[in-house]
């Protein structure tokens, strides 16, 4: 019978004993590395997808392009200093037919879904479509563009708001044509009822009877609402949707 060496075996069995060793550290350095680098390289966007599915925005007829620029905007605005309530967002989707539920509120900070109702496009702008903008006087169209939500008042309208359009050449001149939010018996879900589509105001984002005050009074003083249409000249030229902001970590 042969006798071994047990003095031969060491460098074999050191072999073996590091070649464990290597394979044993392995998942440890896969594992960690993607868990390092999710908690220090997560943007803002990943809140804005969170917020975007976790209130069903998509399925409740909210476009995602019109929610990312509206997200976008309003960072913008939050950056300069320019909402005194950056706890609220109000998107109008005028991408979406009037017979559609196109107008949101969303608290951001709180992730929740406000509001969700019809909102009327000006009458030159399309019968059920948006297709058509302007910033001129009398022009009788709707305004895209990024505005800041301003005081309340009483006017022909009743209690209505005010805004200020932050936009040159698209909505700066809301003010002169007097854009503001009020209420409207054309926007209501009876009128979709009889016909397919709401009625149109003169420019204004006019709102349903039912909701108007409410709204109003969430969204009034200081914070920011985004009108959106299928405008490639708008999107091409805004300078809100051009503007690098600093994101957020979630």
């Known amino acids: 019978m042969c006798k071994i060496n047990i003095y031969n075996l060491v460098p074999f069995l050191v072999l073996v004993i590091n ?8 998942p440890e350095v896969i594992i960690q590395q993607p868990v390092v680098k999710a908690f220090s390289d997560t943007p803002l966007i990943s809140r804005n997808d969170l917020l975007f599915d976790s209130l069903k925005l998509g399925k409740l007829g909210l476009g995602r392009r019109a929610y990312d620029y509206a997200m976008l905007g309003y960072n913008v605005l939050k950056t300069k200093g320019k909402l005194s309530n950056d706890r609220i967002i109000s998107i109008a989707d005028m991408s979406t037919v009037s017979g559609k539920k196109r107008f949101f509120v969303i608290d951001v900070k709180n992730y929740k879904l406000l509001f969700v109702t019809y909102v009327a496009h000006g009458k030159n702008s399309g019968l059920d479509k948006t297709l058509y903008f302007s910033n001129e006087q009398e022009s009788n169209k709707s305004s895209v563009g990024f505005y800041i939500t301003s005081a309340t008042y009483s006017g022909s309208h009743g209690f209505s708001m005010r805004l200020e359009g932050q936009e040159i050449g698209f909505n700066n001149n809301a003010r002169e044509r007097d854009i503001v939010v009020h209420s409207a018996d054309y926007v209501h879900e009876s009128v979709v009822k009889s016909q397919g589509y709401i009625g149109r105001s003169l420019g204004c984002p006019a709102l349903s ?8 009074d969430k969204i009034k003083n200081g914070t920011c609402l985004f009108v959106y249409g299928n405008d490639s000249k708008y999107i091409t030229n805004s300078r809100f949707l051009k503007q690098k902001v600093k994101l957020e970590k979630h």
């Open 209 to 216: 009877p039912d909701v108007y005050k409410k709204i109003i």
């Open 19 to 26: 070649f464990q060793n290597l394979f044993a550290k392995v």
